[in-house]
């Protein structure tokens, strides 16, 4: 099904890596999201993007980066700073900042 | 800051009794307050918004704010009802960001 599509679905890193896990979407979407989803903490907003070439920090940025070249793409990078990246990640998008958000199937990261 | 609470993890109901999932919410001013529902193996998904006032699948949820709460309700509980539950706050001109709780299985048992 088309939509948001999250890749890869499992992801392995290694201590000091940088990892990039890919969102793409083909719903038109202006804005994209991305959370962090931790076993009993529910869903935490690590970064959101209003429109292409723009970017906010979320509630849990630090050791996070994001770029938005393009409005169907939104990747997140989990770099060697953020010292518990074990979580699943989930992207969103919504056409707007006013609309309801559609979510992928998710990206779960786990540290070798 | 914005807080959503979701005080039972687990919530366990036979088929045809009725459900009520709890959501309380800290916010000081007018909030707009969803429920998303993740079914086994499917995509985290909107069930319904305050502001809609719908009913989805004979769930139905009142924002009361003097309580704050948006408690989700269903009449009478279906096997396919079984999922995660999450409540979610969005403030007034806070850009979309979401505020989500800690989620609530709903398990329903024949």
């Known amino acids: 099904d088309g939509g948001i599509t999250q890749s890869p679905k499992y992801l392995f890193r290694k201590e000091g890596q940088n990892v990039t896990l890919s969102c793409e979407q083909n719903?038109?979407?202006?804005?994209m999201y991305w959370y962090r989803q931790d076993p009993g903490q529910g869903l935490r907003l690590i970064y959101y993007?209003?429109?292409?070439?723009?970017?906010q920090k979320g509630d849990i940025a630090e050791g996070y980066s994001v770029s938005r070249e393009k409005k169907e793409s939104f990747p997140l990078t989990v770099t060697s700073a953020q010292k518990n990246p074990t979580a699943f990640y989930l992207c969103?998008?919504?056409?707007?900042?006013?609309?309801?958000?559609?979510f992928g199937a998710g990206t779960r990261l786990s540290v070798l | 800051a914005q807080r959503v609470t979701q005080p039972e993890k687990l919530l366990s109901v036979f088929k045809g009794a009725p459900v009520e999932l709890k959501c309380n919410y800290s916010?000081?001013?007018?909030?707009?307050l969803f429920w998303y529902v993740q079914y086994s193996r499917q995509r985290l998904q909107l069930l319904l918004r305050?502001?809609s006032r719908e009913s989805i699948k004979g769930f139905t949820a009142d924002l009361n704010k003097g309580e704050t709460s948006f408690h989700l309700k269903k009449p009478f509980a279906q096997e396919e009802d079984s999922a995660m539950y999450y409540c979610?706050?969005?403030?007034?001109?806070?850009?979309?960001?979401?505020?989500f709780g800690t989620g609530t299985q709903l398990k329903v048992e024949l």
């Open positions: 969103a998008s919504s056409k707007n900042l006013l609309d309801i958000q559609y």
């Open positions: 719903l038109n979407h202006d804005a």
């Open positions: 993007s209003q429109i292409v070439n723009d970017f």
């Open positions: 916010y000081s001013g007018s909030p707009e």
């Open positions: 305050h502001i």
């Open positions: 979610a706050l969005e403030v007034t001109g806070g850009g979309n960001k979401l505020t």
